[in-house]
């Protein structure tokens, strides 16, 4: 059986790589329409689009993505991370943890203090590492630090039901922007993410 994190795209010129990396029960399909309008405008050099399955841990996933951009990649130019949800602390334990260079990171709606309602879930996979407080999360804000260097922007949803876009999905010593009108899966569709998101990359 192909490892669905094998199932990449590229596409777009330049030696700079950007990643998209979906949340939990997502596929890489939602990306698409912001990864094909940032191609149409020329932002993000070429694009790829890292799949993972909800099983295993964070740490597995994050590994599997350090080996498909280096064989992707290598050393060619600078790498962005653009994740969504729980995406979003996949691009951080792949630079806080692992500590590979990333030029430009985008979280959007993205757990960082975690999702109080995943406590009610923590037999499901990966859901555990959402719960706050989990070795995973204090793992990522002990090695905060290590996000120096890298140009963090936090995209906040205002109708996020999930992950609150006044706590969570901020981070401390970021810019965080919010987006009005749309929830936790709607903000990805939104022309105003678009925007914010090539800025971001710019």
């Not at 590492?129 to 090695?143: H, W, Y």
């Not at 922007?177 to 925007?195: C, I, M, N, P, Y």
């Amino acid at each position: 059986m192909t490892d669905v994190s094998t199932r990449v795209r590229a596409q777009g010129p330049g030696n700079s790589l950007t990643v998209f990396v979906h949340g939990y029960l997502a596929t890489g399909g939602v990306m698409k329409p912001m990864a094909e309008h940032l191609a149409a405008q020329g932002v993000g050099g070429r694009h790829l689009h890292f799949n993972f399955a909800p099983a295993g841990s964070l740490a597995e996933h994050v590994r599997k993505l350090d080996a498909l951009i280096e064989k992707i990649h290598g050393v060619s130019g600078p790498v962005n991370l653009v994740g969504h949800s729980l995406g979003g602390l996949v691009a951080r334990y792949y630079r806080q943890v692992l500590g590979r260079p990333v030029a430009r990171m985008v979280c959007i709606a993205t757990p960082h203090e975690g999702v109080p309602r995943a406590r009610v879930f923590r037999a499901l996979p990966l859901v555990d590492e959402l719960a706050p407080g989990s070795s995973t999360l204090k793992l990522l804000e002990a090695t905060r630090s290590r996000l120096d260097g890298t140009v963090v922007t936090c995209v906040l949803p205002s109708h996020d039901n999930l992950v609150s876009p006044n706590g969570s999905a901020s981070l401390m010593g970021t810019r965080s922007v919010r987006v009005e009108g749309v929830g936790h899966l709607a903000v990805l569709f939104d022309k105003q993410t678009w925007s914010i998101v090539a800025d971001a990359l710019r």
